[in-house]
């Protein structure tokens, strides 16, 4: 079982930047690929970022792709998304999500994860 918790979510006007983090409990953070996902109102979910367990593979969606970063620090149980040059459409709760796997394979679809966190806020004003 892993819990995650997001945080970094705000209000920055466009062009700006924010990092988001998700901590992750338990002692198998290691052996979970992480992703980030986002919502927006009235939209469905969308796939953001990836990155395997090892961080050696990332894999972007195109709509951010040069602008978000995903990087993750298994020591401290933590994954992160750097969002620079934001946009009013980047506007969205974030997720972050985990599947229990070693591989450097990509997953790009919700259902494919196992555990969810509770989202944080994302407001870009344009």
């Known amino acids: 079982q892993v819990q995650l918790v997001e945080s970094g979510g705000g209000l920055v006007q466009a062009g700006g930047s924010l990092r988001l983090s998700c901590a992750a409990s338990g002692r198998t953070f290691s052996s979970y690929a992480m992703g980030w996902f986002r919502q927006a109102p009235g939209k469905e979910r969308e796939f953001v970022a990836h990155?395997?367990?090892?961080?050696?593979?990332?894999y972007y969606a195109d709509s951010v792709k040069g602008r978000f970063t995903i990087s993750r620090d298994n020591a401290k149980n933590t994954v992160y998304l750097r969002m620079n040059s934001l946009k009013p459409e980047d506007t969205a709760v974030y997720y972050c999500?985990?599947?229990?796997?070693?591989?450097?394979?990509?997953?790009?679809?919700?259902?494919?994860?196992?555990?969810w966190g509770q989202g944080t806020q994302v407001t870009v004003s344009s």
């Open positions: 990155i395997a367990w090892s961080g050696d593979s990332t």
């Open positions: 999500a985990a599947k229990f796997i070693r591989t450097v394979v990509a997953f790009t679809r919700d259902y494919e994860y196992d555990y």
